[in-house]
């Protein structure tokens, strides 16, 4: 084709085709180019939150559980075999349990409604033993942990699940900032209703959070490992940016020089969560041995103003350089 030359309906046709077509993650329709599919994703399912099918077997799905601010996943359980109909959101359970009292024992709350345009389900790339071992040469993992990693792997194997199963906002049109993972736990808890629980990565402070207990006692679980280990499989350039990984690990050090496993397990902290605390109570909450008489005897007046103690420092100063 010539410069300035107008290219011809079946010359964009052609071009089209060769970029092969694109599917509708909703409706299956499908499309010859990214900007029509993006269109009418936008004109068509814009305001849908996503739902994924995450294990076919046992009617698992996964969903937002507010439709504003971070799209925290929730699990939901909708096995029509088993007559299975959950959610592991507690307002949701109350709200199905009141209808089923009041004679209408078939309704479902939101989350379960999305259910009838769930995705279909797409197995994700399996975890390997060579991407778990190179972590532990490189010293990301100890070795305790690369047991406790495969003994759970080894579980959902058996189990005929997914050990980590990783949810991606930023495809659905929403916030890629936080990378979220279903992890098989085996057990069924108030943390884990459908065995099965959430950790999650903030892409920009490289931080883990997980939903389980061992996480709210600030214990570093070992679903957290297990999210680890598939992102330094599978994104190994995200994995990186995990600043709190070396912190986790410090437990495993002290646990191994110390040759004392059983103190960790009766104690309410590990130990370097009481370094870290200790050294927080130090630098700044340290209080004085001997207090001002002023500050405990004497009550000082409301000022009319509140200036920081920034300004303040500054006119004292400029007054001390003007006295000189």
Same mark, same amino acid.
């Given at each position: 084709m010539e410069d300035g030359e107008q290219p011809s309906l079946s010359t964009v046709a052609t071009e089209q085709v060769q970029q092969g077509t694109r599917v509708c993650r909703i409706c299956g329709?499908?499309?010859?180019?990214?900007?029509?599919?993006?269109?009418?994703?936008?004109?068509?399912h814009d305001g849908e939150e996503p739902m994924m099918c995450i294990d076919p077997k046992n009617g698992l799905y996964v969903t937002t559980k507010h439709s504003h601010g971070v799209r925290l996943p929730v699990h939901v359980q909708k096995c029509l075999p088993a007559q299975l109909y959950d959610c592991e959101v507690d307002e949701c359970r109350d709200f199905m349990s009141i209808a089923a009292q009041s004679g209408n024992p078939g309704k479902e709350c939101y989350h379960l409604e999305r259910t009838?345009?769930?995705?279909?389900?797409?197995p994700p790339p399996a975890l390997n033993t060579e991407s778990l071992n190179d972590m532990v040469k490189k010293g990301i993992m100890s070795t305790s942990r690369q047991e406790e990693c495969m003994a759970l792997y080894q579980r959902a194997n058996a189990d005929e699940a997914d050990s980590v199963f990783p949810v991606f906002w930023g495809e659905h049109s929403l916030s890629d900032r936080y990378i979220f993972f279903s992890v098989y736990t085996g057990e069924k808890d108030n943390w884990c209703k459908f065995g099965r629980t959430i950790s999650t990565f903030d892409t920009k402070s490289g931080k883990w959070h997980c939903q389980c207990i061992g996480s709210r006692h600030r214990i570093s679980c070992v679903h957290r490992y297990m999210s680890m280990w598939w992102l330094y499989q599978e994104h190994p350039h995200l994995a990186k940016n995990a600043v709190d990984t070396a912190n986790e690990?410090? /437990? %495993?050090?002290?646990?191994?020089?110390?040759?004392?496993?059983?103190?960790?397990?009766?104690?309410?902290?590990?130990?370097?969560?009481?370094?870290?605390?200790?050294?927080?109570?130090?630098?700044?909450?340290?209080?004085? /041995? %001997?207090?001002?008489?002023?500050?405990?005897?004497?009550e000082k007046p409301v000022p009319h103003n509140f200036e920081p103690t920034e300004v303040l420092q500054f006119m004292e100063r400029t007054a001390q350089c003007a006295e000189l």
């Open positions: 329709i499908n499309f010859t180019t990214t900007s029509n599919l993006r269109r009418h994703e936008k004109e068509q009838k345009r769930a995705h279909v389900y797409i690990d410090i /437990e %495993d050090i002290e646990e191994n020089f110390s040759g004392n496993q059983d103190m960790h397990n009766h104690q309410g902290y590990t130990n370097s969560s009481v370094i870290a605390m200790t050294n927080y109570l130090w630098t700044s909450k340290r209080i004085p /041995e %001997d207090l001002p008489l002023d500050l405990t005897k004497t």
